[in-house]
């Protein structure tokens, strides 16, 4: 039986005046590995913040685990297990690399001791008492993730974590969303390298215009490839 974690009813959102989120619908279960897919400025990013609380005004409905978190605060939605990793990665300069990972408190159980995640990510052991703005754009990301998996948080949101990456390390993330997979975690991806979303995802939403405007499978991944060379051109 597949349990919802994260469902979003009739979601609006808005940045003062600006209204970016019309009525965005999607639902997402336990240990499944969602896309969301859209051109720069459909709505994907601010989605994500949009279930975090940072966004500015939000209406509708947002369930986590059951729960309804549309009129909470960020730091009450992150304890109900919700970690975000921005596209800007958020890595303090002055501090080390184990510091940034030491530095969000634990939310939930089950999050991953030190030795676990240096386990998955081994360049952060050997790198763990450089400054953060030492670690390559890799590493830096590698570190954004990992900092989110300490807290204990299961469902993750990770907006653009190959951007501007080496492949060999964005092959290295990929490996990383199905080991966390594998380990059970819910994960939403926002991506605009198709081909590295692609393979990992169990289905996909497409936005335009901040609306959810298809929906589809994995499965049906080959069916839908006419679609998103109009929708994104891919």
């Known amino acids: 039986m597949t349990k919802e974690l994260l469902r979003i009813e009739g979601l609006n959102a808005w940045y003062g005046e600006s209204h970016v989120l019309h009525g965005v619908d999607m639902t997402v279960n336990e240990g499944e590995v969602v896309s969301l897919l859209g051109r720069n400025g459909a709505g994907r990013t601010t989605t994500m913040r949009a279930i975090v609380g940072l966004t500015g005004t939000r209406q509708g409905s947002i369930r986590i685990n059951g729960e309804e978190a549309i009129k909470l605060p960020p730091h009450k939605i992150a304890r109900l297990g919700v970690g975000y990793c921005p596209e800007e990665r958020g890595i303090f300069a002055s ?4 510091e940034n990972l030491m530095l969000p408190p634990v939310i939930g159980p089950g999050g991953m001791d030190v030795d676990e ?5 081994p360049n952060l052991k050997e790198r763990a008492s450089s400054p953060g703005t030492r670690l390559s ?3 830096q990301q590698m570190l954004a993730v990992a900092r989110i998996l300490r ?3 299961r469902l993750l949101l990770l907006d653009e974590i190959s951007e501007g990456l080496a492949p060999v390390i964005v092959q290295k993330l ?3 969303i199905l080991t966390l997979k594998a380990k059970g975690y819910t994960i939403v991806l926002v991506e605009q390298n198709f081909r590295f979303a692609a393979p990992l995802a169990d289905r996909f939403y497409v936005m335009e215009h901040g609306r959810i405007v298809r929906q589809f ?3 049906e991944l080959a069916d839908n490839m006419a679609m998103l060379q109009e ?3 891919v």
């Open 231 to 233: 929708f994104l051109g």
């Open 117 to 121: 995640i240096y386990t998955m990510f």
């Open 137 to 139: 754009g890799g590493e």
């Open 217 to 219: 499978e994995q499965s």
């Open 151 to 153: 807290t204990g948080a």
């Open 95 to 98: 501090l080390s690399a184990e």
């Open 174 to 176: 990929a490996e990383m």
